[in-house]
């Protein structure tokens, strides 16, 4: 009696299972039966590794399980060996060994009957068949697994495209062209030139700028204080304007 974990594992790799036959399903090659190329094929002889219709089905049912082993698509239960089997192979895989030798006037049966022969000719007798027809490795179900992972998981979530930065303080701006001035944060020869001191980025914050050294010299230089030979003229002709012109009003005689 199997347990409830067991039972879930199962039910998982199950699905897995499905996820690769219906990936498989969806190329070219095994999207017709791999005998009579019916379109959507629902059934596979795994042990041959091909997809096929529900009639040649039957038919590979009639060869026995020496040489066919048929089994549903979506409808059986799957194990990893089997799954290997037909990523391992497939329709072009298996068309190009057991029907390498396929005239090429060759027209595919469409009675029942003539169907069984041909299908009897290509897998029981291999009168088709060459082993050498294919060179390319198999594919391992493990990177058949991932890939289709990845593309499942690429779908469902879309990169994001990247917002682009704001540059608030203006520190990446274009490079200038060499013949734009002086201005700039490049220089001609395509190195970056250090950023001038007097470069003040908080500038517009302040609202009452400190006069610079230049303004401040020319100030202290109108407002200086007068020399003391100023002093002396000014006392000596407020000297001579008491004493000069006698019998002034003031009553005072010169000595």
Known sequence: MTTRSEREKALKLNEQHQVILSKMLRE????????????????????????MCIR??????????????VKSVNLDQWTPEQIQSMVDIGNRRA?????????????????????????????????YYDKDAVTTPPVSILSHAKRVELQSESRASPKKRAEPSVDLLGLDAPE?????GTGGGVSATGGSVPISDDLDIFGPMVSNPLPSSGNAHSNQVAVSSPTPSFWMRQKNNISEECWSGGGGGDGLERP
């Open 28 to 51: 070219e090659e095994n999207k017709y039966c791999c005998d009579c190329e019916a379109k959507g094929p629902r059934w596979a002889s795994w042990n041959l590794g091909v997809f």
């Open 56 to 69: 040649c089905a039957g038919i590979h049912r009639n060869l026995g399980v020496h040489i066919a082993r």
């Open 95 to 127: 068309r190009l060994m057991y029907e390498a030798h396929l005239p090429e006037s060759f027209r595919r049966p469409q009675t029942d009957q003539a169907m069984e022969v041909f299908i009897r000719d290509k897998y029981e007798r291999k009168k």
């Open 176 to 180: 200038s062209s060499a013949g734009s």
